[in-house]
């Protein structure tokens, strides 16, 4: 038994020794707590000030009937305060509505989250207001009435076609008709003070932190490059910075820093990029269109990095760690398994040199062309293709060649990682795989369209129900928690709540898991959290000690892998490291859902048994860095694995009882029939969780 059961729910306080996302003559404003003198040596608001950590677990990415594709997709009903009410723990009955009544049901929140903000889309805030307020001069207009009848369909099809204004503006960042007669500017004002007193009378110290913030949606047609913007206390900017006053992220940055950071008044600020995996190269660019740098002085750089110290790795809208297939890239690496997890487009490969990628009107089996995605390098705004950089394991190569450069010297993508659902049913947090009834509304409000895989439909059998972000903070209030986001002492979960650590020294033991004070130990005078940056080399015989520690959720733990990402003078490297104890006695997955899916069976409950009696609820280990380079850049993040469990689309086949033998059962229930869905490693899912990294910058 390891000696650090107990450890898990504390983390000593440290101080940083550096931060390479500001330039190299620049010294950064600390977010640091005061040294450590012993537990309980100051009071917080919460009471004695531990001396080490807690872990604290969160949802940054919720969307109630405010957000203007919400309300459309049939969310017609709760408001922020309904989602504060479920993250506290109680229940909502699923949208769409009929009448008065939900057509689906209620959803618990099974355990209530720690900390969360209420996101809705700044653009169109007060449009919405305006078209639902039967009071309002707007209700009775074309856009207003049409808008509401949008929330009247049951398909991703019929809402689609009937909603291009709203679309077409957004893209433009043209008002809405209906501004011309109204006060737009007004009604946005007038909800966003009411958002500022329900956040004010739901947020609970030491129970329940509730932020402010609100979704900057930018993007088009084809790609999104979408940021959540987080404020930490109740001095906000009048009104939200949205998508129709600034057009790219420096906008938004100069904007929240003149408006909020500057103010005088205690604002602050973070802007959280998200599913990057969508965004078409452009989340990550380095390169304008015309070829010129996105980031052409270390200032600009300097900005982006601490305006954005986080990104969001995983929602319901997939994962964005990593992808296999780059081979035409310079980010071109081995295969790693595990990057096949959670996939959007997950029935397509990357397009490699000489394939012609098929049009819509097209087929494989007839035309000469191949169901694959193109790849763009990020510099065409609107091409709808996929980049290397889109996926955040090429991300932190990028920022890390960007600070190589001489004439600039700074990190603009030195980034931690946070997770979310991104729910749009007000239902923040909702991450059970056993209960999942989709996210979206109408999306996926039937368990028909929750388990095809039609390409008409937008959120079937390949989305999921999202993340969940982790952090450890000296407490549960805003100023706590808020400050670990900034130094980026976090975490992201695929929706398990698993506890992990993640320290770098130079100097560790390599029997440390074994020691009762194992967290003095990580955190020593030249040990640093996840999120941190190593202290200076101390010799030249040094090199970087890694420990993760992680204590399982409801399912055994299975991997500890550390992810080694680095830019030397050669180029981008990646190298994935399997550090679990005992590796050589892991079993591979044990579970079969192979017998339901094939119809030898109907689904039932003993598809998801697992056959296997290994129950590994804590894992530690040290790793040491034998091939270091001191004169690289290097990121260091660790991943860890539980064992494979059922995926929420199993657990719907035995809900629904579905036959995989009936004649027609494979088309009409890919989700739970179709061999493809199985053999993309669809049926069962592996939930992991993904720490900020940890940086040697040179």
């Known amino acids: 038994m390891l000696a650090v059961l107990c450890s898990l729910l504390a983390c000593n306080r440290h101080q940083e020794t550096g931060d390479s996302s500001q330039p190299k003559d620049s010294t950064p404003e600390s977010t640091e707590s005061p040294p450590d003198t012993g537990q309980g040596s100051s009071d917080g608001e919460c009471g004695p000030v531990p001396a080490h950590r807690q872990v604290f677990f969160g949802d940054l990415h919720v969307h109630s009937s405010w957000s203007a594709d919400a309300y459309t997709w049939g969310n017609t009903r709760y408001t922020p305060r309904d989602a504060l009410d479920f993250a506290m723990g109680n229940s909502l009955e699923l949208p769409p509505f009929d009448g008065d009544d939900s057509s689906r049901g209620k959803i618990e929140q099974i355990q209530p989250l720690d ?107 084809k790609g999104s490059w979408h940021r959540n913007v987080i404020f930490k206390n109740d001095q906000v900017p009048s009104l939200p910075i949205s998508y129709m006053e600034t057009r790219n992220w420096y906008d938004l940055a100069t904007q929240l820093s003149q408006q909020c950071l500057e103010a005088g008044n205690g604002c602050d600020v973070l802007a959280i990029p998200h599913t990057t995996n969508i965004s078409s190269g452009m989340t990550f660019r380095v390169l304008e269109d015309d070829g ?153 409000d039937e368990i028909q369209e929750l388990l095809d895989e039609s390409e008409e439909r937008n959120f079937a059998v390949g989305s999921n129900p999202g993340g969940l972000t982790a952090l450890w903070a000296d407490e549960n209030t805003r100023d706590s928690i808020f400050d670990a986001l900034k130094r980026r002492e976090t975490y992201a979960t695929s ?59 409801e399912t055994p733990l299975a991997l500890l892998q550390v992810v080694k990402v680095w830019v030397d003078s050669q180029g981008s490297h990646e190298q994935v490291f399997d550090i679990t104890p005992d590796a050589d006695t892991h079993q591979e997955p044990w579970l079969d859902t192979s017998v339901c899916l094939g119809g030898e069976s109907p689904w039932n409950e003993s598809c998801c048994e697992r056959h296997d009696s290994r129950e590994r609820n804590e894992l530690c280990a040290v790793w040491i860095d034998e091939d270091f380079d001191p004169e690289a850049s290097v990121a260091y993040y660790a991943r860890i694995m539980e064992e494979p469990s059922c995926r929420w689309n199993a657990y719907l086949c035995i809900e629904s009882g579905i036959d995989c033998s009936r004649e027609g059962a494979q088309e009409d229930w890919e989700g739970c029939c179709d061999p493809q869905v199985e053999a993309a490693g669809m049926m069962v899912i592996q939930e992991r969780a993904w720490t900020s990294p940890i940086w040697y910058m040179q």
């Open 115 to 221: 900390f969360i903000a209420i996101t809705d889309h700044s653009e169109f805030l007060g449009e919405v207001s305006l078209c639902t307020d039967e009071s309002s001069d707007a209700w009775d207009s074309g856009t207003c009435v049409e808008f509401r009848a949008q929330s009247e369909y049951r398909t991703w099809e019929e809402s689609s076609a009937s909603a291009p204004i709203w679309l077409d503006n957004a893209a433009s960042g043209e008002d809405l008709p209906i501004c011309q007669d109204v006060d737009c500017d007004s009604a946005a004002l007038e909800r966003w003070t009411e958002l500022q007193e329900i956040n004010r009378s739901y947020n609970d110290p030491c129970n329940l932190t509730v932020f402010s913030g609100y979704e900057w949606t930018a993007g088009n047609y």
């Open 292 to 444: 010129s740098p996105v980031f052409d002085s270390p200032e600009k750089a300097a900005l982006r990095a601490s305006m954005e110290p986080l990104v969001e790795i995983f929602q319901a809208k997939q994962a964005s760690e990593c992808r296999n297939g780059f081979h035409d890239s310079p980010y071109a690496a081995d295969e790693d398994s595990f990057c096949d997890f959670e996939l959007r487009d997950w029935r397509s490969s990357i397009c490699q040199a000489g394939e012609t990628p098929c049009e819509a009107w097209q087929s494989p089996d007839t035309d000469d062309c191949v169901e694959c995605l193109v790849q763009c390098d990020g510099t065409e705004a609107d091409s709808g293709c996929v980049a290397p950089q889109d996926f955040l394991r090429n991300a932190l190569k990028a920022g890390m060649e960007q600070y190589r450069d001489p004439d600039l010297g700074v990190n603009p993508f030195q980034v931690g990682f946070m997770a979310s659902t991104d729910n749009h049913n007000a239902m923040g947090g909702n991450t059970d795989e056993t209960d999942y009834d989709g996210s979206h509304g109408m999306n996926d």
């Open 495 to 553: 929706g398990t709540r698993m506890a992990v650590r993640f320290f770098g020294g130079w100097d560790y033991d390599e029997d440390l898991c074994d020691q009762e004070d194992l967290l003095d130990a990580a955190d020593s005078p030249n040990g640093v959290p996840m999120g941190g940056e190593l202290s200076a080399r101390p010799s030249e015989d040094s090199l970087p000690h890694l420990l993760v520690h992680a204590m399982a959720d």
